[in-house]
């Protein structure tokens, strides 16, 4: 479809608006709904995160607001504190504060279908993202279609990658702790068994713990201290995330362990600091949170302006790079952290605004819910089918869908990360 009339008109408002207003601040947490210019007709979307004590999510905030500054969206950041009774009450009263989309985080998956459906409900189109209740799909009928769509990197994938470098790192033998992710997130099971499955290939590796660090520092800290006191002799720390990895690599500085490698995942600025000054830090995977938290308001505004996507477009991995060298390192934050503004056409995306030359710049490929669940041990319930158009688009167009998407995925501007990384490639095989 082409823009509406009112986007052409909210869009150039934007224009003006964004010269002369800054982006949201990102440590709101109860803020009052609704648009914060004031103008009833300019639609809001809602993003919601679990804490700002780790830097991914302020950066899902940062693209997030920086894809509706360019969109003309008002901006509603929710906190809920990794507690699943704070975030339905926060979705529950979105609509009588004048929410029209939300970005949401499921805090565990068994959460999800109650926290999508409240949403829904209430005519809020909504994407959720890293963690959903197995075989309930963005198609089921009762999310009216505006579930828009289930988005994630392929954890098994990026965590096996990550958790490779490092033991490559140490040369394939030694003794190994593992720092998961919180029990019962989709994310943390996922990241648990790329990380078992790089182990399992590594005969000459030992495991000699592996415990929750609560996926922050805080919490990750006295977690290492005691495992570090039982395994002073460890050879690499892999971690769920890069915020408990910088408790690791404070602890191990503590005690004079410079040789340890540690790993972890969303290549925040601290880690990739680390990397450069040849401490601790030995590999990371950018999951490009300022790129994700943008994309999500894009998806949520096509829908918004009614722009078509198939149902295998529903349920998605995004494209993701292992950081494995100081040189990939510090270009990263050369051209994301450093950037401003952000590296990212976030209209390009639109399919609402390009319905035939949209861009996403990071490459996505379709989910398969038989392997994705599958692959976890989550067989379907008994008598389960998934929605019959959502299986047809399976079984026909979605075949085509994953380089529908690389040939819409141009103007990458993380092209020169890429080649200075020890594999020259992303997850996905994009060079």
């Known amino acids: 479809m082409t823009p509406t009339s009112s986007t052409r008109r909210r869009l150039m408002a934007g224009v003006a608006f964004a010269a002369a207003v800054p ?13 914060a210019t004031g103008d009833p007709d300019r639609p809001t979307v809602m993003v919601q995160v679990p804490t700002l004590d ?56 068994a959460s999800s279908p109650t926290l999508i459906q409240a949403a829904t409900d209430q005519d809020i189109y909504a994407t959720n993202i890293f963690s959903n209740q197995p075989w309930s799909t963005p198609s089921e009928p009762e999310y009216n279609d505006h579930y828009v769509g289930y988005f994630l990197p392929d954890n098994v994938r990026d965590s096996y990658n990550m958790a490779s470098s490092v033991i490559d790192q140490i040369g394939g033998d030694g003794k190994v702790i593992h720092i998961t992710g919180l029990p019962g997130n989709t994310t943390a099971d996922e990241r648990q068994l790329g990380v ?106 096509d829908a918004y302006e009614g722009a078509e996507y198939t149902p295998a477009e529903s349920m998605m991995f995004q494209d993701s790079l292992t950081i494995d060298t100081s040189d990939a390192a510090g270009e990263y934050q050369s051209v994301v952290y450093q950037a401003d503004p952000l590296p990212f056409d976030w209209t390009s995306i639109s399919r609402a605004m390009n319905p035939e030359d949209w861009d996403t710049q990071v490459t996505l490929v379709p989910i398969d819910p038989y392997e994705y669940w599958g692959r976890i041990g989550e067989e379907p319930p008994a008598g389960y089918e998934l929605p019959a158009a959502y299986a047809e688009d399976l079984e026909g167009p979605a075949l085509d869908l994953a380089s529908t998407y690389l040939d819409h995925s141009v103007a990458n501007p993380l092209a020169p990360v890429i080649g200075l990384t020890l594999s020259g490639e992303t997850s996905f095989g994009q060079k």
């Open 23 to 35: 982006l949201f601040a990102a440590c709101a947490s109860n803020s009052a709904g609704g648009d």
């Open 196 to 301: 078992q499955q790089a182990l399992d290939e590594n005969p000459g590796i030992e495991l000699v713990g592996r415990e929750s660090g609560g996926e922050n520092r805080v919490a990750t800290q006295p977690v290492i201290e005691d495992l570090l006191t039982a395994n002073p002799d460890v050879d690499a720390i892999i971690c769920h995330n890069d915020d408990s990895a910088i408790a690791v690599i404070n602890a191990l500085k503590d005690r004079g362990m410079s040789d340890v490698k540690v790993g972890g995942i969303d290549a925040i600025d601290e880690f990739l600091d680390d990397m450069q000054n040849g401490s601790n830090a030995a590999a990371t995977v950018a999951i490009h949170g300022s790129w994700f938290g943008g994309y999500n308001v894009v998806r949520l505004y």
């Open 54 to 109: 780790n830097s991914y999510w302020a950066d899902v905030i940062k693209g997030a607001e920086a894809a509706a500054d360019a969109l003309d969206i008002g901006v509603d950041v929710q906190v809920y504190g990794d507690s699943t009774d704070t975030q339905l009450s926060q979705v529950q009263q979105a609509g009588s504060k004048g929410i029209d989309m939300a970005l949401l985080f499921a805090q565990d998956q």
